[in-house]
């Protein structure tokens, strides 16, 4: 600089030695010629600058166009400082001898451009030259009358009083005076305002401030005049732009935590600088940008923590990029913070809109009866709401694309089901949010989860699965002890239905009303009802959707710690005598039961001889099964899934059918398929029918496994399951426990239990599925879940056709000769044996159920399934017989009702079970000719042989009728056949 400094002073002392044109002396006295003045100038410019140029006006003009316009800015411009000022720091003389060129060349050019406009305006200067001689003789002569005005004036002034003129003079310049001290304290106040305006500023009295600074430049405007009071309006100037910077600030901070006064005055402070439509754009920008920063600053926090300092080159990645560092146990804290953070950005946003809507009423009200505002005022009102309604699916679209972009980054299929729920939920509850912010599906945000949602669900079934079929191979049907009360809510993976009046309102409700119901109700949208009907209402003025809530308490508490105790007791209203039960009844009974004690032989018989009525004590627990609460806790966990994603809980609950199909399979293929004839015909068509689809659909064949042995396996293989096997620890052939009837009450009865549970879930499951899809689940209902009851017959019935030495006993009663001559009144032999056969099994009935408690329906289904197959055992036998009596008829009936009198003593199966059956089939044999040949046709119930038998032996048929009807029985069961 100090070499700069010097040039610019040599410069000037050459300068001060020559000129352009003549020195002053030359021109002294004297006007030069244009012509004179185009010379010199030009002889001084050739000596400058010994290059001579071409006269070509294109390249002067060009010359012209490359000076600088600051060479035209200012009168006071000092081209001298500009040109040293522009040297660098290290000279080089190649640049400054091409500056200094083009300098000399511009000067030339600029020279040459004013000789030219002068010798242009030649004439005109003779013209104004002979106008400025004639100015001169007429100033000579004002001059003389100058002067003696002045002369005058001198005398006059003796003539007047100098001391009154002196008053008026000191009088006006009072009044200057005055003038000149208000404005002085008007200029000390001015000066004095940037202190109060950095207390406005620091106080958020945005209003305030620039208030005072507009009064503050409008009172400047009056005292321009002084030097001082330019320079302060500059300064407010200066002052107004920071404010307004501040004032831009404070509006981006409304985007994430809104204060309402706060915002009062941001608002009011761009009204007065008259910038609402600017403001309202700088609002959205500012949304626009938070969102950003938000979701950049909370991910870039996790994926350092997770780092732990190894890379600090975070910050500079794209925000996608950086989610894929989100490791497996930061996702789900990270996902809830993000969410949180985003809430409060469109909590905020919803705010300023309410605002807006508020404040735009107490304006129309406060107009009402007037004059509607200006033109401007409503053209702004209709603006901002305009960009408020636009920038609310803006600002979803930003927030949506931010959270799509971090679930999309990580693989959800390695996650626990609980996290994943989960996360699940928040993004659900997240897409809820913005339903309600802008009416919008977030159709990316949904597309996004519910990929990675069909992808884990569908492995975490097949895994479900597979395990179901390894619990059910390894069950040993053992009860599993539960309390009284349980219920299916208390668990936890049902805890958020329990508060869902879908569930509670069953019992008041008709099915129409909870269908109607159901259409609108979910448990989260009746949790969002109970909390007050929408996010904004219940959190708009705190809190947040997103906060984690406390877990309870993790324990359940559904286990029955006592050991279990016979839940039955014995009817004490009949008569404990046991005298009318034959000795050799006794005898018989304790060869049966060898090993046994007398006296508990005695205490044993005296109870089983009376009638086995015992009843459920009130509050029965459940027969469940661990397996049993297993696929209770699925079914909650599906339930959930339903709960928190909607688009696919039509194919949760069709998973949810295959575990119930599953158990109701293991259940027939375990304890019901042994004896699959005669199963077959206890079954109804709609059970048969429900096996069948499950195994076809449902059930791994070895066909298909021979099949896929070596091969990638097939969509529709991979939904199936192997067919089980029950556990070797279950024994099913043990007679004194009664061929396993434990184990088989408890998985029918946990079946029933299952499928009850079901029914109690079905409207929920109606409440979450699709409209048109609603006939698949009640179709499901129907046909599949209210067979479930049925299946104890098959399940029973092996028990109570082993129970029983039905074969025994027609053994005995084929060796009864039945044509005898005179009436007895003593039953047969066989009766006692068979009413001895009951006893035991009354006896071991009882036994067991000290052991698990057996319910009414499967007691009512033993003894019934045993009396029916009694039943048909003494029509067999009937029917062996190739001759017989009127007599012996009558000890057929006798026998048949001393049957009937001792049975009613052992149960309280009310009526007995098929008792018209083999009363029909002893009274048909007194039937006439007549009616012989109709009551063999009406009576399907009987097979042909025991009709033919029926027939041969009736002693009063002709034998051209009984041939007859032995001929329609045969050609009736070829047609059958």
Request: charged share 25%.
């Amino acid at each position: 600089m100090d070499l700069k400094n010097k040039f610019k002073q040599m410069i000037q002392r050459q300068g001060s030695g020559r000129s352009l044109l003549s020195s002053p002396s030359d021109t002294e006295g004297k006007i030069l010629s244009p012509e004179t003045t185009v010379q010199k100038t030009n002889k001084v410019i050739s000596n400058d600058d010994s290059e001579v140029s071409v006269n070509d006006p294109q390249q002067d003009q060009e010359v012209l166009d490359s000076i600088e316009q600051v060479y035209y800015s200012d009168d006071m411009f000092d081209a001298t400082k500009h040109e040293l000022e522009r040297l660098p720091e290290v000279l080089e003389l190649q640049q400054i001898h091409v500056d200094r060129s083009r300098l000399r060349r511009q000067l030339q050019i600029v020279n040459k451009k004013i000789s030219n406009v002068i010798l242009e305006n030649h004439s005109s200067y003779e013209v104004e030259l002979q106008r400025v001689m004639q100015l001169e003789s007429q100033l000579q002569a004002a001059h003389h009358v100058c002067l003696y005005s002045r002369g005058l004036l001198h005398e006059a002034k003796g003539n007047f009083t100098t001391a009154s003129l002196g008053i008026l003079a000191n009088y006006r310049k009072k009044q200057q005076l005055v003038g000149i001290m208000r404005s002085l304290h008007t200029i000390k106040t001015l000066q004095r305002t940037d202190v109060r305006l950095s207390e406005l500023l620091e106080e958020e009295d945005y209003p305030g401030a620039i208030q005072l600074c507009l009064e503050c430049q409008k009172a400047a405007a009056t005292f321009k005049h002084y030097r001082c009071i330019s320079e302060l309006n500059s300064k407010l100037q200066d002052t107004l732009e920071q404010i307004e910077e501040q004032l831009d600030v404070a509006l981006s901070k409304t985007c994430q935590h809104f204060d309402y006064s706060h915002y009062c005055k941001v608002q009011a402070a761009y009204t007065l600088l008259g910038k609402t439509q600017t403001a309202m754009d700088q609002l959205h920008m500012h949304y626009a940008s938070v969102i950003h920063n938000v979701a950049f600053t909370i991910v870039l926090g996790y994926v350092e923590l997770c780092a732990g300092g190894t890379d600090t080159n975070f910050q500079k990645r794209q925000y996608q990029d950086l989610c894929k560092h989100i490791t497996q146990d930061t996702f789900t804290p990270c996902l809830v913070d993000l969410c949180k953070a985003l809430w409060e950005v469109i909590r905020s946003y919803y705010q300023t809109m309410s605002w807006h809507e508020e404040h735009d009423r107490e304006n129309c009200d406060s107009t009402d009866g007037v004059l509607a505002g200006s033109v401007e005022v409503n053209l702004n009102r209709r603006y901002i709401k305009q960009k408020l309604e636009y920038g609310l699916l803006r600002v979803w679209q930003d927030v949506q694309q931010k959270v799509r972009a971090y679930v999309q980054a990580i693989d959800l299929s390695a996650f626990k089901f609980d996290n994943f729920i989960k996360v699940v939920d928040y993004i659900t509850r997240l897409m809820h949010v913005g339903e309600e912010f802008c009416g919008s599906q977030s159709e990316a945000l949904q597309e996004s989860i519910n990929k990675q949602s069909v992808n884990y669900f569908r492995n975490y079934h097949r895994t479900r699965m597979d395990e179901l079929h390894l619990f059910l191979e390894n069950e040993g049907w053992e009860l599993c002890p539960v309390k009284t009360s349980f219920t299916i809510l208390q668990l936890q993976e049902f805890k958020f239905l329990r508060n869902s009046p879908l569930l509670h309102s069953r019992t008041s409700k008709t099915q129409d009303e909870e269908t109607s119901q159901s259409r609108d109700s979910s448990p989260t949208k009746q949790k969002a009802a109970s909390d007050g009907g929408s996010f904004f209402l219940r959190y708009l003025h705190g809190g947040n959707p997103f906060n984690v809530e406390t877990e309870e308490d993790g324990t359940e508490d559904i286990m029955e710690t006592d050991s279990f105790e016979c839940s039955y007791s014995l009817d004490q209203n009949e008569s404990s005598s046991d005298d009318d039960i034959a000795d050799e009844l006794k005898q018989d009974y304790i060869d049966e039961i060898a090993g046994t004690s007398p006296g508990k032989w005695r205490a044993s018989l005296k109870h089983s001889s009376r009638r086995a009525s015992w009843k459920a004590v009130v509050g029965l627990p459940p027969l469940v099964t661990n397996t049993t609460l297993t696929v209770l806790r699925l079914f909650g966990k599906y339930i959930q899934m339903m709960d928190v994603l909607r688009s696919i809980a039509f194919d949760v609950t069709i998973c949810m059918s295959q575990l119930f199909d599953f158990y109701l399979y293991a259940v027939y293929t375990f304890f019901a398929s042994g004896m699959s004839e005669v199963n077959e015909r206890t079954m109804s068509n709609k059970l048969r029918t429900t096996l069948r689809r499950i195994t076809d659909n449902l059930i791994l064949s070895e066909n298909d496994d021979n099949a896929n042995g070596h091969q990638v396996a097939s969509p529709g293989r991979r939904d199936k399951v192997p067919h089980p096997h029950i556990s070797p620890i279950v024994d099913l052939m043990n007679e004194h426990k009664l061929y396993g009837l434990a184990e088989r009450v408890v998985a029918a009865e946990s079946l029933v239990y299952l499928a009850k549970q079901f029914e109690f879930l079905q409207p929920c499951l109606e409440s979450m599925i699709p409209v048109q899809k609603k006939a698949f689940l009640q179709q499901f209902y129907s046909q599949t879940v209210s067979t479930a009851a049925e299946l104890r017959k098959p399940v029973y019935r092996i028990v109570a056709a082993h129970a029983v030495d039905y074969e025994n006993i027609h053994q005995q009663m084929t060796a009864v000769k039945w044509e005898i001559k005179e009436i007895m009144s003593q039953h047969n032999a066989y009766v006692d044996i068979i009413l001895r056969e009951f006893q035991v099994f009354s006896m071991r009935l009882a036994e067991i159920s000290k052991r698990v408690p057996i319910p009414k329906e499967a007691y009512n289904v033993l003894w019934e399934h045993c009396i029916r197959l009694a039943s048909r055992t003494f029509v067999e036998g009937y029917a062996s017989a190739k001759k017989c009596s009127n007599e012996g008829r009558a000890l057929m009936q006798l026998d048949f009702q001393q049957f009937l009198m001792k049975l009613e003593k052992l149960t309280d199966l009310r009526p007995i079970p098929d008792r018209e059956y083999v009363e029909a089939y002893i009274k048909a044999y007194y039937l006439p000719d007549s009616v012989m040949e109709q009551w063999c046709r009406e009576h399907k119930e009987y097979n042909s042989r025991q009709l033919i038998a029926l027939v041969s032996c009736v002693g009063h048929l002709s034998k051209k009728s009984r041939q007859k009807i032995v001929g329609l029985i045969e050609e009736a069961e070829k047609l059958h056949r």
